[in-house]
T-cell receptor, first 116, second 113 residues
Framework: AQSVTQLDSQVPVFEEAPVELRCNYS??????LFWYVQYPNQGLQLLLKYLSGSTLVKGINGFEAEFNKSQTSFHLRKPSVHISDTAEYFC??????????????FGTGTRLTIIP | NAGVMQNPRHLVRRRGQEARLRCSPMKGHSHVYWYRQLPEEGLKFMVYLQKENIIDESGMPKERFSAEFPKEGPSILRIQQVVRGDSAAYFCASSTYLEETQYFGPGTRLLVL
């Protein structure tokens, strides 16, 4: 079974400052990792994903994340945030296999608030 | 290509009534997942279905909850005799066979009075 920990429930950041949202996971098997963003009263939108290959993955809206297997982490970063980045961010993991066990396990989310 | 559709977007029920939530996956997607998001919490997996088959229902409460994905038509999540604790946002996601990414709908927000 997998689990995901997002230690920071709320992160306030000034506009144009950099941000890092932390995500750690635990799993006994290989995994796929995802970051989703949820704007108020909306569904989840995929920001980026790590399946294999390069450990640095780039996503939409200027976000990127780095997979670190030894530290079991998949932190999300953006060098300069904008007001429109205010949202809830969820890290998720699933077993890295195409056969069964395809459910996603989510962290509890990090609320990113951009301060003008 | 339309995304994942869910209806209704908001649903109000009184305790003891039934709630039916519908999900139409993206065109060409044959896999559907239901997740529940309780207030101030992350999403929790409920059930994974393919057409006419329940593949994994390990996250479904044992009573009152059921799900189906018929050969024709949307997937349905049914909650019988709702209680206040069922108030939550219910999200549906879909994917194709062997696709790693799940695409989410806008959710149905259920309020039980």
């Amino acid at each position: 079974a997998q689990s995901v920990t997002q230690l920071d429930s709320q992160v306030p950041v000034f506009e144009e400052a950099p941000v890092e949202l932390r995500c750690n996971y635990s799993s006994s098997v290989s995994v796929y990792l995802f970051w989703y963003v949820q704007y108020p009263n909306q569904g989840l939108q995929l920001l980026l994903k790590y399946l294999s290959g390069s450990t640095l993955v780039k996503g939409i809206n200027g976000f990127e994340a780095e997979f670190n297997k030894s530290q079991t982490s998949f932190h999300l970063r953006k060098p300069s945030v904008h007001i429109s980045d205010t949202a809830e961010y969820f890290c998720a993991v699933r077993e890295g296999s195409n056969f069964g066990n395809e459910k996603l396990t989510f962290g509890t989310g990090t609320r990113l608030t951009i301060i003008p | 290509n339309a995304g994942v559709m869910q209806n209704p977007r908001h649903l109000v029920r009184r305790r003891g009534q039934e709630a039916r939530l519908r999900c139409s996956p993206m065109k060409g997607h044959s896999h559907v997942y239901w997740y529940r998001q309780l207030p101030e919490e992350g999403l929790k997996f409920m059930v994974y279905l393919q057409k006419e088959n329940i593949i994994d229902e390990s996250g479904m409460p044992k009573e009152r909850f059921s799900a189906e994905f018929p050969k024709e038509g949307p997937s349905i999540l049914r909650i019988q005799q709702v209680v206040r604790g069922d108030s939550a946002a219910y999200f549906c996601a879909s994917s194709t066979y062997l696709e790693e990414t799940q695409y989410f709908g806008p959710g149905t927000r259920l309020l039980v009075l």
